[in-house]
T-cell receptor
Framework: EDKVVQSPLSLVVHEGDTVTLNCSYE??????LLWYKQEKKAPTFLFML????IEKKSGRLSSILDKKELFSILNITATQTGDSAVYLC????????????FGTGTRLQVTL | GAVVSQHPSWVICKSGTSVKIECRSL??????MFWYRQFPKQSLMLMAT?????????EQGVEKDKFLINHASLTLSTLTVTSAHPEDSSFYIC?????????????FGPGTRLTVL
């Protein structure tokens, strides 16, 4: 059975701090790992990673995948209160189904 | 691009009634759409994969006769919760896969919050 584990489950930081969110996985026929941000509604897409060692960056957010050790990290630098959300990691299999298996998420709260 | 809409945003209904939720891809064609359910403070659980022009594929433990899925066109999939009961109250989210992307990228609709009294 596919498994995606995120850590920590929840954290609170002060504005300006840097955070690292972790995602480890066990999946048959791995194809891609995706990060999403979920505020009050549905998840919004952040990154898709398919290759090891190549960092993807968007503003203050960055992410990297390690396919040998089966994990990914999401970094957020200079956090702002608007970064408060649940961050979801999902892993996709190869094949026509293209289903995603989601982790339970990391709830990030950024305080002033 | 890659915008997905859902309707309604939230719905309250009486126990025993049926509720239909629509999922539309607004600026692209989606041969495959997915339906998820999310309970409070939990992650997304895939319910079924909806394929245009064919029967949906349901995940283990999801009742096909209770959650009817119809994907009649390349831009519309519907989920009907039949004879809804309070335990069906949840946040239902659809997503659509862009084209023939083999890398699993999915874009999500804004979700529908269902409350069954």
């Amino acid at each position: 059975e596919d498994k995606v584990v995120q850590s920590p489950l929840s954290l609170v930081v002060h504005e300006g701090d840097t955070v690292t969110l972790n995602c480890s996985y066990e999946v048959t026929n791995f194809r891609s790992l995706l990060w999403y941000k979920q505020e009050k509604k549905a998840p919004t897409f952040l990154f898709m990673l398919t290759s090891s060692g190549i960092e993807k960056k968007s503003g203050r957010l960055s992410s990297i995948l390690d396919k040998k050790e089966l994990f990914s990290i999401l970094n957020i630098t200079a956090t702002q209160t608007g970064d408060s959300a649940v961050y979801l990691c999902a892993v996709g299999r190869g094949g026509t189904a293209s289903k995603l298996t989601f982790g339970t998420g990391t709830r990030l709260q950024v305080t002033l | 691009g890659a915008v997905v809409s859902q309707h309604p945003s939230w719905v309250i209904c009486k126990s025993g009634t049926s509720v239909k939720i629509e999922c539309r891809s607004l600026d692209f064609q989606a041969t495959t759409m997915f339906w998820y359910r999310q309970f409070p403070k939990q992650s997304l659980m895939l319910m079924a994969t909806s394929n245009e022009g064919s029967k949906a594929t349901y995940e283990q433990g999801v009742e096909k006769d209770k959650f009817l899925i119809n994907h009649a066109s390349l831009t519309l999939s519907t989920l009907t919760v039949t004879s809804a009961h309070p335990e069906d109250s949840s946040f239902y989210i659809c997503s659509a896969r862009v084209g023939d992307s083999s890398y699993n990228e999915q874009f999500f609709g804004p979700g529908t919050r269902l409350t069954v009294l």
